[in-house]
């Protein structure tokens, strides 16, 4: 089974969050279409806007150790 991309996991966390884009928007200072348009698929988003989402949301990103295919 293929994993999320780690742009789908951001969104998700969003739509997790029991807040509305538009509040997080104002939160992290971006124009409500920013948001609309990452959730959409349609723009990704700059480093120092996600480092404004990770830290409005408390979001931390973790390295697990992947299983070694045998050849």
Known sequence: ??????TDEIRQA????DR????????IRVNRATISNF?????GL???ILDRLADELD??????KR???SV
Do not use: C, G, P, Y
């Open 59 to 64: 979001l931390h990103a973790t390295v697990s």
């Open 39 to 43: 959730m959409n698929h349609q723009r």
């Open 14 to 17: 969003i739509d997790d969050s």
């Open 1 to 6: 089974m293929k994993r999320k991309s780690f």
């Open 20 to 27: 509305t884009r538009m509040s997080i928007a104002e939160a």
């Open 67 to 69: 299983k070694v295919r």
């Open 46 to 48: 700059s480093s120092e």
